[in-house]
């Protein structure tokens, strides 16, 4: 299928689960464009956000709680933020943070904070004429005892994979390169920049350069062994899909040769392992199957494409 296809796909399906609880849906200009974001914010997540999480991601980069001459981006269905926020939100209030970390596919450690778009800069004060944006992660888990301490750094996706894209928007830019000590280390990382230096014309899915972005941020703040780089994903039955797994795949041998930690899931896999192994979290699961893995039941959505 097309990859608009799968774009539709994952938007029809959201839109879909809000038709069926009778949701008002409003268009990205309020009465303009297509009904496809929530009246409020909190009608499009399992738990309202609590104080602390609202201030992270008011200070991301991403202005996803802004209006701009419309609803915010996070009031979107189909916004992956949201996703992030209905996934990971509950952990935080919660005794423990393995279920959550084990779901992704990492050993149970200790782990004692999640956090929301934690910025991570690339060098100590960078010229903000050149670097004007710090690498954002949508979320951080920090673990272990403060002596040998590490991050699980998770970047989330949802339609963006799916969504036509120019290679010249998924480039790493040329100062990048001017900056020696940012490689050190990581040789075939380096390699691999070089060649989508610019525009990315060798993957069409996967962001590859901002994965790179995030890589130099956490090893700047952490070192090359104090974190892993977890890729979270949204799978669609579409052959997009397929060639997306593949590019992860040719993404992750080729910084794992670096020795960077990096692995990655997927939404519907982290939330059926929540659903199979944590038997006190049923509320919190039911909303995740049903919004994320169930078919929404609502009236068909048409949409021309």
């Known amino acids: 299928m097309r990859d608009v296809d799968s774009y539709r796909y994952c938007k029809d399906r959201q839109i879909g689960w809000a038709l069926e609880r009778a949701l008002p849906l409003i268009g990205s200009k309020g009465n303009r464009g297509e009904p496809a974001y929530t009246t409020t914010l909190d009608a499009n997540l399992f738990e309202p956000l609590s104080p602390e999480a609202r201030r992270e991601i008011e200070q991301g980069d991403g202005d996803e709680l802004v209006e701009k001459g419309g609803p915010p981006k996070i009031y979107a269905v189909h916004s992956s933020a949201a996703l992030t926020v209905n996934v990971f939100h509950y952990w935080r209030h919660q005794p423990s943070l393995r279920p959550i970390v084990v779901a992704l596919g990492l050993p149970g450690e200790e782990c004692v904070l999640l956090e929301f778009e934690a910025k991570r800069p690339i060098m100590d004060n960078p010229n903000r004429n050149v670097f004007r944006v710090d690498p954002n992660l949508d979320v951080v888990i920090h673990c272990g005892p403060e002596s040998r301490s590490r991050e699980i750094a998770i970047e989330c996706k949802f339609t963006e994979p799916y969504r036509p894209s120019k290679p010249e928007d998924k480039g790493l830019k040329w100062p990048y390169f001017r900056e020696r ?28 350069a901002q994965l790179i972005k995030h890589i130099l941020g956490l090893k700047h703040r952490n070192g090359k062994d104090g974190f892993h780089l977890v890729y979270l994903w949204y799978d669609v039955p579409h052959e997009a899909a397929d060639s997306h797994r593949q590019e992860i795949d040719e993404f992750q041998k080729i910084v794992t040769a670096d020795g960077i930690a990096f692995s990655a899931t997927t939404f519907q896999e982290v939330i059926d392992s929540l659903r199979k192994h944590e038997s006190g979290c049923a509320h919190y699961c039911d909303f995740l199957t049903g919004r994320y893995i169930l078919p929404a039941a609502g009236p068909t959505v048409d949409h021309p494409l």
């Open 181 to 208: 000590q940012l490689w050190e280390g990581i040789p075939a990382c380096r390699e691999f920049a070089g060649r989508i230096k610019s525009r990315d014309d060798h993957f069409q899915y996967l962001h590859a």
